[in-house]
């Protein structure tokens, strides 16, 4: 079981924060996450308490049978451990809680996945949780996909809940 706390926490089955590294002129330093299996529990918590007031953040939570917060790829993946998260803003997937430019294609997902704070402003999604694009520093744009990927199991949260996706930017 993999357990994580803690204002911006990014906790996963495999890994808490897959991340990429780049110059100005092309994309070097990538970071997939290629058929990975994790079949235990993932949780992760924050609260208000949590809150960094020198510098405004919000209490957000990443929780992700695979990736905590995914920023590359991740294929051909499978998630069976349930996936819970307890936040101000959670964003928890069965495969990852939050993919920002990146790829999630041929995963799936066959763990329980649930945020027990119904008041929370969560992304809950059977796949992912908050799935975005973004500009790079010189104007690149990257889109979030997820494609060709499954769900199997039941998804709970308050606010944005999908069974793939649970908020798409």
Same mark, same amino acid.
């Given at each position: 079981?993999?357990?994580?706390?803690?204002?911006?926490?990014?906790?996963?089955?495999?890994?808490?924060?897959?991340?990429?590294?780049?110059?100005?002129?092309?994309?070097?330093?990538?970071?997939? *996450? &290629?058929? =990975?299996? !994790? $079949? #235990? +529990? @993932?949780? %992760?918590?924050?609260?208000?308490?949590?809150?960094?007031?020198?510098?405004?953040?919000?209490?957000?939570?990443?929780?992700?049978?695979?990736?905590?917060?995914?920023?590359?790829? *991740? &294929?051909? =993946?499978? !998630? $069976? #451990? +349930? @996936?819970? %998260?307890?936040?101000?803003?959670?964003?928890?997937?069965?495969?990852?809680?939050?993919?920002?430019?990146?790829?999630?294609?041929?995963?799936?997902?066959?763990?329980?996945?649930?945020?027990?704070?119904?008041?929370?402003?969560?992304? @809950?999604? %059977?796949?992912?949780?908050?799935?975005?694009?973004?500009?790079?520093?010189?104007?690149?744009?990257?889109?979030?996909?997820?494609?060709?990927?499954?769900?199997?199991?039941?998804?709970?949260?308050?606010?944005?809940?999908?069974?793939? @996706?649970?908020?798409?930017?």
């Amino acid at each position: 079981d993999v357990k994580g706390s803690g204002n911006g926490a990014c906790t996963g089955g495999i890994t808490g924060w897959s991340y990429y590294d780049y110059d100005d002129s092309n994309w070097q330093y990538k970071a997939e *996450i &290629t058929n =990975c299996v !994790n $079949t #235990g +529990s @993932v949780s %992760g918590n924050c609260s208000l308490e949590d809150e960094n007031e020198d510098d405004n953040f919000v209490p957000t939570i990443h929780v992700g049978g695979i990736a905590g917060l995914n920023r590359y790829d *991740i &294929t051909d =993946c499978t !998630n $069976t #451990g +349930s @996936v819970t %998260g307890h936040g101000y803003v959670a964003r928890i997937g069965g495969v990852a809680g939050e993919t920002y430019g990146g790829t999630v294609s041929g995963c799936y997902n066959r763990g329980e996945v649930s945020c027990s704070n119904e008041d929370s402003a969560d992304d @809950v999604g %059977g796949i992912v949780g908050y799935n975005s694009g973004f500009y790079n520093s010189i104007d690149d744009y990257f889109d979030g996909v997820v494609e060709n990927c499954y769900n199997f199991a039941e998804i709970k949260g308050g606010m944005s809940v999908g069974g793939v @996706v649970g908020y798409n930017n």
